[in-house]
């Protein structure tokens, strides 16, 4: 059984930190992908990045590009999501995404919210 925890989520000020968390557990190094998404209120869950097993890249989508970095923990099992300069439009649940034959799989979600 595939399982994703986030974590690390709180409330913070424009141009301020936060490092996400999904510690994962349930699978073999057979992953197609392993994604971040997020979710603002009244709006459909959009891509944050990603770091495909396919081509070896990191992509980011261009709204976060330069400030958000993801990296991996292996001996953890935990991925991480580094963002820095957040802007109000930064707000929303942030979600785990595994991508596993195919198949996508998520966690429960973290809340981040950026207001001054």
């Known amino acids: 059984q595939v399982h994703l925890v986030e974590s690390g989520g709180g409330l913070v000020q424009p141009g301020g930190s936060l490092r996400l968390s999904c510690e994962a557990s349930g699978f073999d190094l057979d992953y197609d992908a392993i994604a971040w998404f997020r979710q603002a209120p009244g709006k459909e869950r959009e891509g944050v990045s990603c770091?495909?097993?396919?081509?070896?890249?990191?992509y980011y989508a261009d709204s976060v590009k330069g400030r958000f970095t993801t990296s991996r923990d292996n001996a953890k099992n935990t991925v991480y999501l580094e963002m820095n300069n957040l802007k109000t439009d930064d707000t929303g649940v942030y979600y785990c995404?595994?991508?596993?034959?195919?198949?996508?799989?998520w966690g429960q979600g973290t809340q981040v919210t950026v207001s001054a």
């Open positions: 995404n595994l991508v596993l034959n195919g198949d996508r799989n």
């Open positions: 770091l495909s097993s396919s081509d070896g890249n990191t």
